[in-house]
């Protein structure tokens, strides 16, 4: 069965610390891996990873995927207030039903 | 362009009734899928359908569930005679492309489901 397996599961930092988190995965005809933002409700798009070795940048927010060793990091440094929120990772693979594996989240709290 | 609109946004019901939660995707996506959250879990895929067909019902409960996405108008998950368990935020994510590809989902604000 396809797993999706995010760590920390919670995380409390100071703002202007750097943090990594983590998503590991098994699942079958891999396609692309995703990362989300859950603020309050909707979550929101921030990165599609297909390629290994290939970092995405978007401000102070980067990933990377490592398909060899099935896992993907996210990185937020110098962390604002703002990026309080659940980090989502989601997994999709080539199926004829188009589902995405979500893991369960990292809660990440920024404090001032 | 308006996004993924889900409503209501919060409902409650009392065990035994039944609850009706309405996903109008964004305009020109013809794929919509529904998910539910518990708290502190992750996203946990219930139904995928196109307009006038289920193609994946594997998440969803076989007993007192059931999607809907008519040729006209929103798609409807309905949980008929509900519990406890049943409360939950559900999500709708709609996507233009369909498989192998699914890409970026574009989802709704959610509805919250409390049943008394």
């Known amino acids: 069965e396809d797993k999706v397996v995010q760590s920390p599961l919670s995380l409390v930092v100071h703002e202007g610390d750097t943090v990594t988190l983590n998503c590991s995965y098994e699942v079958t005809n891999f396609r692309s891996l995703l990362w989300y933002k859950q603020e309050k409700k909707a979550p929101t798009f921030l990165f599609m990873l297909?390629?290994?070795?290939i970092e995405k940048k978007s401000g102070r927010l980067s990933s990377i995927l490592d398909k060899k060793e099935l896992f993907s990091i996210l990185n937020i440094t110098a962390t604002q207030t703002g990026d309080s929120a659940v980090y989502l990772c989601a997994v999709e693979a080539y199926r004829n039903n188009n589902d995405m594996r979500f893991g369960a989240g990292t809660r990440l709290t920024v404090k001032p | 362009n308006a996004g993924v609109m889900q409503n209501p946004r919060h409902l409650v019901r009392r065990r035994g009734q039944e609850a009706r939660l309405r996903c109008s995707p964004m305009k020109g996506h013809s794929h919509v899928y529904w998910y539910r959250q518990l708290p502190e879990e992750g996203l946990k895929f219930m139904v995928y359908?196109?307009?006038?067909?289920?193609?994946?019902e594997s998440g969803m409960p076989k007993e007192r569930f059931s999607a809907e996405f008519p040729k006209e108008g929103p798609s409807i998950l309905r949980i008929q005679q509900v519990v406890r368990g049943d409360s939950a935020a559900y999500f709708c994510a709609s996507s233009p492309v369909g498989p192998p590809e699914i890409g970026k989902l574009f989802f709704g604000s959610g509805t919250q489901l409390s049943v008394l």
């Open positions: 359908l196109q307009k006038e067909n289920i193609i994946d």
């Open positions: 297909t390629s290994s070795g």
